[in-house]
Every structure is written in C-alpha cells, then in structure tokens.
C-alpha cells in the first residue's frame, strides 16, 4: 500500500522537533510552560453551555442538519454581523453558511474556486491551512512578506501582474495569527478595490474579531461598501466564546463564494450538530460584560508578558488584538534554535516563526493561554537562564 502523491506534497509539521523534545521532558517529570497553544485554557461560558443542555435533550435535534445551517443560526449569524460592524441587508439564504469551524470552510473554498495551476495569494508568515489546501486543490500559493516595518501588512504592489491575473483567492486575516497585528478600514478599502481589479475572491478570516484589547473594536471587511461583490469573511466561535472543541463557525459574504461552499460541503459533510447550532446561538447573545470579562483576562496577561519581556531587552510593543504576542528575537539564532533553547533552559515552548512561513523567521509566537503566574514563573526562568535579548 502507498499514502496518495498529494499527502508528499504536504509541507512536514514543523513543530515536530519540538514535540518529541517536550515529551522526553514530561517523561522525566520536568514542569513544561506550554506558550504554544492558540487554545483558550477557560471554559466554555455557561450560559453556552445551558443551551446545550436543553437543545440536547430535545430530539428534534438529533437527525441530520441542513448542510448550509439552521434557518435560525444563519439567521443569528447575521443579526450578530449587523449588531457588531452595522453590516446590514444580508440575505440568511444567499449569503451565509454555518462552517464545522473556520479551518473546514478555508480548506473547503480552495476546492469550490481553485483550478490546478491557478493561484492563491497568502500571507506570510499566516495560517498554514491557507497553504496547505491550496496544495489539496492543485493550486500554487504565493506569499507576501508581511514585514514589522508595515506593520504587518501586505505590499499589494509586492504582487507580480501575471500573479494576480491569475489568482482566485487572496487570503488576509486581521486581527492576525501569529503576528498580532491589526488592519485599518482603509487598507481594507485598498484591498477590495485590488481585489476588484484582478477579479479575485476576497477571503478574510476573522477569527479573532473579539479578542482585542484597550478598547479597539476590530472591522469586518463587509464594513467596505459593495465589498460583498468580491469578498467573503470567515468567523469562527472557538477562540472568542472558549468553544475551540465544539467545531463551529460561519461564512459571511459573497454569494457565488457561499453558493461555491454549500455545493463542496453537501459532497462532503453534513452540517455541525443541531444542538451545537442552537448553543451558538445562545453564544451570540453574550452580554458585552462577559465578553469583556473575558478578554480583559488576556489583556493582563498580555501585560505582564510585554512588560517582563520588555525589562529583558526585547524591543517589542503591546499589540491590540488576537491571543498572541510576537516577539523579535536576537539575531544570532534561528527561530527554531531559540525555540529548542528556550525548552531546553527554561522548559518553556514557544512556536518557532518559520513554522508560519519563511518571513516568520526571526521571531516566535508566545499564546496567551497561560495563567498569570506561570507567566511570571516563565519569565524568571528567562531572567534566571540570561536569555536577553542582545
Ligand atoms: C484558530 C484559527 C482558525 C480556526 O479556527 P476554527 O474555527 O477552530 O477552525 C482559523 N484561522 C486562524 C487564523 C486561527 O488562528
């Protein structure tokens, strides 16, 4: 027997390495900081959880959903985009999908619009899964650099024409995984009109709208006039509700690009649990306070990391947005090295930057996933070890 061809062209796991190192730690009883995670440690909030149980017990709920999402979730789905970005007169039918999370429609919209040989435009460093299902449909990725010195944004002029002629995608995702960075509603604007001139379908993935700190309130990409001409938004329940297990998110946006996801899906799945549905449902009408609650958790988190990080040298700034803090590091390692250094001195893992792509380098992803005090416990352990930042 042999694995399919397409499985070889699947870039290898890059934190590979690193796992095998933690697990020889954790055999010999070393306590491991785990930064590595973009897996919130809080629970699910209750009232999510209550709803649950109700849809739960209900029958009704326990036969096949419609692949496209309950009449009812589509429908919250909107109501919740025009309560939090004002964006109005989306159609429930034409315009929204329920997703089994957002890391199923990204992989699945690279099949319903990219042809062998046709491109995607991804962000680098970026999500891997932009990449990778580019690869399962045939398609050739390109990245753009996002560099410090843009803040983290694109160069779309970076883009070779003959690129862009031919690109079906062009993946964005503000607030952004790993770099933490955030995007202006005028960038956004520059974006939908190159995206109009080259015909490309649009594709943000804004699984981190919630989670943003000192008060900056995330855009939506549909936020742009007529944006839904060209553009789809990707929103998913798992990091802004605690819900990363339950499997469940949204599509929102251009209709060819959801007609395109409903027709993939119904070949493939069939839909998320209809009392997961109906729980998400109640997960949309979270009071502002408990959200707030919720995020002020990260923020002091964020914090303590930036400013221990900072009394070691590190030249780094708090970020606004996303569960993240990206940090630059000194220059005689590698992103990997640094990571290994960091497990091996101090038993704390950290996510090498290449692992996001070949502009990730010199840096390292550090979630804020972690308790206040091993976060202090982790940054004595660097103090302890030296690991400054020359
Ligand atoms: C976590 C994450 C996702 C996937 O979220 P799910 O809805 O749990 O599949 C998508 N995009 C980015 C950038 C993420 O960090």
Known sequence: MELAKRLEKIPPYLFTKINRKQNELIDIGVEIINFGVGDPDQPTLNHIIQAMHEAIQDSTNHHYPP???LKEYRQAAVDWMKRRFCVEDLNPETEVISSIGSKESIHNICLAFVNPGDYTIIPDPGYPVYRTSTI???GKPYPIKLRAE???LPILRSVPQEVAEKAKLLWINYPNNPTG???????FEELVAFCRHYDILLCHDNAYSEIAYDNYKPPSILQIPNAKDIAIEFHSLSKTYNMTGWRIGFVVGNSLGIKGLSQVKSNIDSGVF????KAAIAAFSTTEKDLQNLVA???KRRDILIKGLQSLGYPIKPNLASLYVWVPIPKNYTSQ??????LEKCSIIVLPGKGYGA???GFIRIALTVEEKRIYQALQRMKNAGINYI
Not at 274 to 277: D, L, N, P, T
């Open 150 to 152: 843009n803040g983290f």
């Open 67 to 69: 692949y496209k999402g």
């Open 337 to 342: 090295e640094f990571a290994t250094l960091l």
């Open 359 to 361: 502009s990730g380098e």
């Open 274 to 277: 209809k009392a997961i549905q």
């Open 136 to 138: 399962f449909a045939e």
């Open 181 to 187: 960075a955030t995007a202006s509603l005028e960038f």
């Open 297 to 299: 958790v990260y923020q």
